[in-house]
């Protein structure tokens, strides 16, 4: 089966285009998750949805960034206009629920989207 | 959520064990994880300790659980090169995962 699927995989921009990350969830998956990396801040949670909702948006740095679930299979992240700042890596992850019922909270990364903006 | 600390760095020999220790925060999450990422891949959840555990072991791998310290360990014996990853400790702080900054172990022949 296909894991969690993330385009593009590099992106170069210059400072003030629009970036859109795109993610598809794993089949079946009821959480989709959107992290940043970077050397500094680590691990940093964005945004997360569950059926398609979101419901915790308190890690979106500024109203610079965006994020939509218009269906089950599909989410995207837009950074507009991007900054040097925003370079990172970009990971989206999803999970089938969140530990509930007495299991251990798997979350299924993408290989992410590498951001450079210049 | 608040920082769940880790080191940011271990350098071992190959045959070594290593250890990777990390602090977390949340004293309510049930279950707390160690997620592994190699070069230019995502991550992977590794194993995971049930709250109510002190330890638990899966093949190479050993983690320790210190509930009063908050303090979460992992132990991979024998590391081999392919070990050499990004390893991250999460604890489970209300309705997300909340990880560390991920420890770099390299191991070297």
């Known amino acids: 089966d296909a894991g969690v699927i993330q385009s593009p995989r590099h992106e170069v921009t210059e400072m003030g285009q629009e970036v859109t990350l795109r993610c598809k969830p794993i089949?079946?998956?009821?959480?989709l998750f959107w992290y940043r990396q970077t050397m500094m801040r680590g691990l940093e949670l964005l945004i997360y949805?569950?059926?398609?909702?979101?419901?915790?948006d308190s890690g979106m740095p500024e109203d610079r960034f965006s994020a939509k679930m218009p269906n089950a299979s599909f989410s995207t992240l837009k950074i507009q206009p991007s900054e040097p700042r925003d370079s990172a890596v970009y990971f989206c992850?999803?999970?089938?629920?969140?530990?509930?019922?007495?299991?251990?909270?798997?979350?299924?990364f993408g290989e992410g989207s590498r951001l450079t903006v210049l | 959520g608040e920082d769940v600390e880790q080191s940011l760095f271990l350098s071992v020999r190959e045959g070594d064990s290593s250890v990777i220790n990390c602090t977390y925060t949340?004293?309510?999450?049930?279950?707390l994880y160690w997620y592994k990422q190699e070069p230019g891949a995502g991550l992977q959840l590794l194993t995971y300790?049930?709250?109510?555990?002190d330890m638990k072991q899966d093949q190479r791998l050993t983690v320790l659980l210190n509930k009063k310290d908050k303090h979460l360990s992992l132990r991979i014996a024998d590391t081999q090169t392919g070990d050499s990853a990004i390893y991250f400790c999460a604890d489970h702080s209300g309705y997300a995962l909340n990880f560390g900054k991920g420890t770099s172990l390299l191991v070297t022949p």
């Open positions: 949340d004293s309510s999450s049930t279950y």
């Open positions: 089949s079946g998956h009821d959480y």
């Open positions: 300790i049930f709250s109510n555990m």
């Open positions: 992850a999803s999970s089938l629920d969140r530990g509930t019922s007495g299991r251990a909270w798997e979350l299924f």
């Open positions: 949805f569950n059926n398609n909702v979101p419901i915790d």
